[in-house]
């Protein structure tokens, strides 16, 4: 090894960091380097001085002894003093929770209230006429030619603005009235006699207005004919809830 | 406070890391030890925390006073590094041996006291050059080493702090950690946080720079 060659390790080599071939080298190199050697023997030098400069400082060991025992104190300490902060903070948040449930409670029975308000008549209605039966007509033209026709009376209950005259075609005349007549009989009738209107259901009145109002279009009318004959109405079905069937013809 | 954690719990996942395995036998029962040590610290055992600080408070304060120079610095530092230990034991991943983990504490510890102090004093600083004039010249350094004189080896390690002192503080840390600690250049660099090559010529100017101070403290 040359001299540079040296220089550039000859730390490495005193702090025993070179390995075994290489610190070889430079160990022989040394031996023959009186250059070389001599600054191997100042950094030496250097790290003696440095170590004897700190040897003779003394180590306070009774200020040492005590030293754990704050330490582990103190961090014990500190973790309660978290949990016990993390209360607090828990604490001030949970007055803010609530406040803010106590906002979001007045919020949602309002809103339940609105809702309450809007729907639930809109439902009551809609249950009311889910309960009114339907009122079933078998027509059939009078002179045979045409196909039978089924009518749903029932329909004219579900929405007040569905056109009745779809519901009772005018070609059927003054016949289809008396069917609706015969039918409110039958609605009306209870183990074989009349009951009042009273007893009836809500979804029974509703029914049975239903087919008052019916009769009192088809008598605000005029009867027609339909082209090519008269409609005879063969049967018909008057279905109010589960409980009253009515029949007739 | 026996059955209370007093540092903060590892991460779940940490308790079923393996410690990083060394290059030595040795190496390997020292961290895995030190890995012990430190999940029982973490989980609460007082005993194991007292062990710890027992264990390694001569090292830290030796170090915290080389590195300070001030015998009630270093003790309050070292106090101050022990805490930041049970503080940041999370992230101790084995990955050195604790005690290297703890110098790497030291040194950022005593450096940020040591930034705060100059700026909070820098106005009562003395020059070395005013020192030296005031207390008298520099012995030769190759005579500080003489066995017979004790009260000349005490004013030569005066004279040596000084001229420490007035080194920056990386190169005086870094002196410290290899000279009077001893740590091979890996362990310094785990601890400064540098790469090896760094060490190594962090060291050599450090070494260059101490040299020339003594040198012109005996001219």
Known sequence: MMCPDVRGVIAAYVDGELGGAQRLRVSRHLTDCAECAREESDLRDLGELLRGAAAPRPVPLDELQGLAAGVVSR??????????AMWERASEDWHWVAVGSGAFSAAFVSVMFIFAFLYLPATEARQMNERVGTLYVMAVPEDG????????????????????????????????????????????????????????????????????????????????????????????????????????? | ?????????????????????????????????????????????????????????????????????????????????????????????????????????????????????????QSEQVPLDEHVSAHGDLPDARTFSMPDAVAQQQQTARQVWHALDALPFDQRSILVLREIDGLSYEEIGYSLGVAVGTVKSRLARAREELRDVLRGQTS
Not at chain 2, 23 to 35: K, L
Request: aromatic share 8%.
């Open chain 1, 75 to 84: 961090i014990g300490a500190e973790d309660r003093q978290s949990w016990r």
């Open chain 1, 145 to 249: 030619l045409g196909e039978p026709q089924m009518l749903e009376f029932g329909s004219a209950l579900d929405s007040p603005k569905r056109d009745h005259r779809y519901a009772v075609p005018a070609s059927f005349g003054w016949k289809a009235e008396q069917l609706l007549v015969a039918a409110l009989d039958s609605a009306l009738m209870r183990h074989g006699g009349t009951t009042s209107f009273r007893d009836l259901s809500a979804a029974e009145r509703e029914e049975v207005l239903g087919i008052l109002n019916e009769i009192g279009r088809l008598r605000s009318q005029a009867p027609a004919r339909r082209p090519g004959g008269v409609t005879t109405v063969s049967g018909m079905h008057l279905y109010i809830s589960d409980v009253v069937t009515a029949s007739g013809l």
């Open chain 2, 1 to 121: 406070m026996n059955s209370e954690s007093i540092v903060k719990p590892l991460r779940a996942f940490a308790w079923s890391e393996s410690p990083a395995v060394s290059s030595t036998g040795e190496g390997r029962a020292e961290w895995a030890e030190d890995w012990a040590l430190a999940q029982q610290c973490a989980s609460g055992d007082e005993a194991a925390c007292t062990r710890l600080v027992t264990d390694h408070q001569r090292m830290v304060y030796q170090l915290s006073l080389h590195l300070l120079g001030d015998p009630q610095e270093a003790l309050d530092l070292s106090q101050e590094v022990f805490l930041r230990v049970f503080r940041t034991l999370n992230q101790f991943r084995g990955h050195s041996a604790l005690r290297t983990w703890i110098y790497r504490i030291v040194i950022t510890q005593a450096s940020n006291r040591r930034r705060w102090w100059r700026r909070r004093h």
